[in-house]
Structure formats: structure tokens, C-alpha cells
């Protein structure tokens, strides 16, 4: 069973990819697939960032609400596992989960099934603003979440500038020169062939 996960900021089309890919492979591989979709509060959540942009947070048990979820999340895949079997499984993480933290957790199911850890694909809003691109990695989120992705993709093609696109692509390359980088419109379709290529490959059933 491999797991891959579509990240992002909030409002950067995770859902809208999700649904789109689910309903390719679907089609198109004949494979079984699963989709976990983590409200706030349910996957691993940067507290700190939630702060940043002026949510409210409490926490849990001396700060760390990180290995209650991260159970929660190898939990849920554990029943998956035994309920329906999928070869596949799309995560959706909050938007303000960091990859890595949502790889960990998948791995925490590793003991009790066995589970491939597949990619995380950050998808990139261009119409959030320039300053939420700006900046660090440590002070960042957004940059935090970017440096953090083995895809990167460029969300809303369909209506976003080709100016703005190529801004956007120059910043996340500067970020993590190291991800794949493509362009993407969930609504639209445009990219999705490329981006299952890349994130399911090698699947095994
Ligand atoms: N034009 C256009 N709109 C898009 C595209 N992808 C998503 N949207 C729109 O962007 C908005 C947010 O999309 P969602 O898929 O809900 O984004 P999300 O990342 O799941 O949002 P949260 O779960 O709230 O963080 C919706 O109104 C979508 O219809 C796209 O490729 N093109
Ligand atoms: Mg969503």
C-alpha cells in the first residue's frame, strides 16, 4: 500500500487535486484508492505557524500535539489497510502540516502493515501574495513547506498570468532547487497526467 500526500498552503487546491487524481487513476491505472482528507486538528499541525497568521492555539500535554495525531493518522491506516486494501492512498493534510511531519506519521503504521512511503507533492497558489513567498524557511511557513516538497506544482494555470507563473516557479526553484517542478490546473485538468506519473509510479498492489 504506498501513501502520497498533497499538501499546500490553505486555499492552494488540495481538495480540488485530490479529487482529480483520485478520479484519474482510477480510470486510467484500474487500481484501488483511498483518500484521507485531516482537518485542522487531526495531522500533524506547526502550532507555531498557526500563531503566525493570527490563528488561535492550544496545545496539548505540554506542547506536543504532534505524536496524538501522528497515532491518529497510522491508526487510520491501519483500518484502511484491513477494510478495503487499497494499493493507493491520498493524503490531504491540513495546510499548515509540513510534509515531513505527515511522512513520519504514515511510517508510525509501519510496524503493524506494511506501507510504502511515497511522495509529497506541495502545491503552490499563485494568487496568495508576493510577502508570503518572501523571506526564510525558519521565520516562512509557506517557504518552510516548499523547501520541505518532493513536487512542487504550480496551482490555477487556467487563470493565473504566465507572468505570475514564472514568478512563482523562479521562487520555488530558489527555495528547493531539488523538486520537480510542474504546472498544474486541478479544475482544469491541465498537468494532472504528469504529476500521477510522477507521484504513482511503481505502484503495487
Ligand atoms: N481556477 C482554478 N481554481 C482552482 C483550481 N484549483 C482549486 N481552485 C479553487 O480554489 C479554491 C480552493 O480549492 P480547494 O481545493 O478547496 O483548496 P484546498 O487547498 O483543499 O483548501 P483548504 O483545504 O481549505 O486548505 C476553490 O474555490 C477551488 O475551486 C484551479 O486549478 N483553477
Ligand atoms: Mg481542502
Not at 497558489?125 to 523571506?135: C, R, S, T, V
Request: proline fraction near 3%; glycine fraction near 8%.
Amino acid at each position: 500500500m504506498k501513501v502520497i500526500q498533497i499538501a499546500g498552503f490553505l486555499g492552494s487546491g488540495k481538495t480540488t487535486t485530490l479529487i482529480s487524481m483520485s478520479k484519474a487513476i482510477g480510470q486510467k491505472l484500474n487500481k484501488k484508492v483511498a483518500v484521507i482528507v485531516n482537518e485542522i486538528g487531526n495531522a500533524p499541525v506547526d502550532a507555531k505557524i498557526l500563531e503566525e497568521y493570527g490563528l488561535k492555539v492550544s496545545t496539548i500535554g505540554g506542547g506536543c500535539i504532534c505524536c496524538e495525531v501522528m497515532v491518529g493518522l497510522a491508526d487510520t491506516l491501519v483500518l484502511l489497510k484491513k477494510a478495503i486494501d487499497p494499493d493507493l492512498v491520498l493524503i490531504e493534510p491540513t495546510g499548515v502540516a509540513m510534509p515531513g511531519q505527515v511522512k513520519d506519521a504514515i511510517l508510525m503504521s509501519g510496524s503493524r502493515i506494511s506501507v510504502e512511503v511515497g511522495l509529497a507533492v506541495v502545491l503552490i497558489d499563485p494568487f496568495i501574495e508576493d510577502d508570503m513567498l518572501a523571506g526564510e524557511a525558519e521565520d516562512n511557513f509557506i517557504v518552510r513547506q516548499i523547501a520541505n516538497a518532493d513536487i512542487i506544482a504550480i496551482n490555477k494555470i487556467d487563470v493565473a498570468s504566465e507572468t505570475r507563473i514564472k514568478q512563482c516557479e523562479d521562487r520555488a526553484r530558489e527555495i528547493n532547487p531539488n523538486a520537480k517542478l510542474v504546472r498544474i490546473s486541478a479544475l482544469r485538468g491541465d498537468g494532472m497526467d504528469e504529476l500521477i506519473e510522477l507521484m504513482v509510479k511503481g505502484i503495487s498492489s
